[in-house]
């Protein structure tokens, strides 16, 4: 059975930082590629950083230079060092494929204050 546990988000001042995990079960994080996605309040979600299962990064223009995935194999882990936060990275965080093929975990929220 497919599972995705996110933790790791919390409420940050803006310029702070934060680091958040995904634990899978029920499949290998390096079979595919992983997304982070985040959706805001009434808004649709959407992929934000991704990495490939060679390990090759990719980001939106909006978070470049300031959030970093990465994967850890052996603890079928990914993660999402988040520096230089702003107020509009307010939402809730959610990792899966970057194809979303699995069912969603409940996210961690994130909620940075100006």
């Known amino acids: 059975q497919v599972q995705l546990v996110e933790s790791g988000g919390g409420l940050v001042q803006a310029g702070g930082s934060l680091r958040l995990s995904c634990v899978a079960s029920?499949?290998?994080?390096?079979?595919?590629?992983m997304g982070w996605f985040r959706q805001a309040a009434g808004k649709q979600r959407e992929l934000v950083a991704d990495i490939t299962w060679s390990g090759g990064t990719n980001y939106v223009d909006f978070v470049k230079g300031r959030f970093t995935i990465s994967r850890d194999n052996a603890k079928n882990s990914v993660f999402l060092q988040m520096n230089g936060l702003k107020p509009a990275d307010t939402a809730v965080y959610f990792c899966?494929?970057?194809?979303?093929?699995?069912?969603w975990g409940q996210g961690t929220q994130v909620t940075v204050s100006s």
């Open positions: 029920g499949f290998f994080v390096d079979t595919y590629g």
């Open positions: 899966n494929p970057r194809t979303g093929r699995y069912p």
